[in-house]
């Protein structure tokens, strides 16, 4: 049995640390996914449709920026530009993306109709949860989301927790004291100074 897990995180090189020890735990790259925000064009320029996206689904293949993120090697080595409606500019790699984006088994099962927000919930995830992760990359965070064996989620866990990732309930809250309710994927995508901005609001706040 396996379970999926999945962390905001508001650092990218937070959320590329806790991937490359997931795959230390020995967690397969086909179990591992990362949506991350580039409206600043930090990983390169964006390609304003579903490109790096393949019929199998894979978006770790096709337009590559493993080289710009820095990634040597497993699932960060072909990290691919795409769109995810209401995310606005991403990078991203895996099964998570890839059924957002509406590619191969995603779109088979209906998941990609809700994009982001469906492929989450198909994943597991609730309602509540899955809306704050996607609100979470809308304004300029990352993704991390695993397929984890029973025998390692404890470890797994520990992984995400240490590298600074986000309490989806804290960071939920936070968003709806400035009067959020829920990820609308039809909202004009935030700027890259609203990003700025955003991930400035939380860079000195205490993460898990």
């Known amino acids: 049995m396996s379970k ?3 962390r905001l995180f508001d650092d990218y090189a937070d959320a590329s640390k806790a991937i490359r020890e997931l795959e230390q735990l020995g967690i397969p790259h086909d179990d591992l996914s990362i949506v991350a925000n580039n409206a600043d064009k930090h990983h390169g320029e964006h390609v304003d449709r ?7 689904g894979d978006v770790s293949r096709g337009v590559s920026t493993g080289a710009v993120l820095g990634g040597a090697g497993g699932l960060l080595a072909g990290l691919g530009m795409l769109a995810i409606p209401g995310l ?3 990078v991203a790699a ?5 059924t957002a984006a509406g590619a191969g088994i995603g779109a088979a099962g ?17 309602d509540d949860e899955a809306h704050v992760y996607a609100e979470g990359v809308r304004r300029g965070g ?3 989301s695993a397929k984890v064996p029973d025998a390692l989620l404890g470890e797994a866990e520990a992984v995400l927790d240490r590298n600074r990732s986000v309490d989806a309930h804290t960071r939920g809250q936070s968003y709806r004291e400035d ?10 995508s935030y700027t890259v100074d609203q990003v700025s901005a955003e991930r400035a609001r939380y860079s000195n706040q205490t993460r898990i």
């Not at 579903?50 to 199998?56: L, P, S």
């Not at 209906?110 to 609730?126: D, E, Q, Y």
């Not at 009067?179 to 004009?188: C, I, L, M, T, V």
């Open 4 to 6: 999926t897990i999945t």
């Open 50 to 56: 579903h490109d790096g996206v393949n019929d199998e």
């Open 88 to 90: 606005g500019p991403i």
């Open 94 to 98: 895996g099964w998570l993306a890839a």
């Open 110 to 126: 209906g998941a990609a109709t809700g994009g982001i927000v469906g492929a989450l919930k198909n994943a597991g995830h609730n």
């Open 142 to 144: 990352s993704l991390v």
């Open 179 to 188: 009067g959020w309710n829920q990820f609308d994927s039809a909202a004009p």
